[in-house]
């Protein structure tokens, strides 16, 4: 049975994902901060598929933290077949406004956690001589946004940092791609008011706004022995926002 390392997955487009592989027979690393009841909770719901989920905490900002997930994921399971960086947080607020703490948060958590991971996972999957690591930016880190120049920054880096890695581990049988999510309802759009989601449908092509299952079909395919001739991509997953 294969293994999936979810990073920031106990909600959201994370839970989703964790729900996608594990209904498709992945045992799953659950990988939260704050929310321990929620992952927990989680890794229950998810056993009931009959595969094994275990909620592991730590700040993959922190590399030291992200080096002992991996370590504990692989002891716990043996091996990691796909890891997916979804970890991230968000900040809408003018730059000049933006504290120089809330600018560190930003790149530690969006774009640092996916390196660390990334980093310390690549040993044991090129051992293994294959894997697949999906990455999962934004719709502002292909085109940026206003208000959100902080965040497009953190998660336009994650996508350059998908498309040199996978340079880098190709020949070892490893596919790394990249997602970039429109506007998923999710706890970091739970401040939008009903007149916010009408106008965001409005601009959207296919004239609704996404939902956290929308992101986790696309990673799963892009984990899949379909897309095994895919690497180095983003792929946007917004409705024609963009």
């Known amino acids: 049975m294969k293994t999936v390392l979810i990073t920031g997955a106990s909600r959201g487009i994370g839970e989703a994902i964790a729900r996608k592989f594990a209904a498709n027979k992945y045992n799953v690393a659950i990988n939260y901060v704050n929310s321990k009841a929620k992952a927990e909770k989680l890794a229950d719901e ?76 690549l040993p044991s999957m090129i051992n293994n001589e294959g894997g697949n690591i999906i990455n999962v930016s934004s719709m502002w880190g292909s085109v940026g946004g206003s208000m959100e120049s902080v965040y497009s920054a953190s998660k336009g880096g994650i996508i350059a940092f998908t498309k ?8 070892s049988g490893i596919n790394v791609n990249c997602v970039c999510p429109g506007v998923i309802l999710t706890d970091m759009t739970s401040n939008l ?38 690497t180095g991509t983003v792929i946007g997953v917004d409705g024609g926002f963009i």
């Open 164 to 171: 040199a890695i996978s340079k880098e581990v190709g020949l």
């Open 46 to 121: 998810l056993s009931r598929y009959g595969v094994r989920a275990v909620a592991i905490r730590a700040d993959v900002g922190d590399s030291v933290q992200a080096k002992l997930l991996v370590k504990q994921t692989l002891e716990i399971f043996g091996k990691i077949d796909v890891l997916v960086n979804n970890a991230g947080v968000a900040l809408t607020k003018l730059l000049i406004d933006t504290k120089t703490q809330e600018v560190e948060n930003l790149i530690i958590t969006n774009l640092l956690g996916t390196i660390y991971t990334t980093k310390e996972v």
């Open 193 to 230: 008011t009903i007149d916010d989601i009408k106008d965001l449908k409005e601009q959207t092509s296919l004239g609704r706004v996404g939902q956290p299952a929308d992101v986790a079909g696309l990673v799963y395919f892009l984990a899949s022995e379909e897309a095994s001739y895919i």
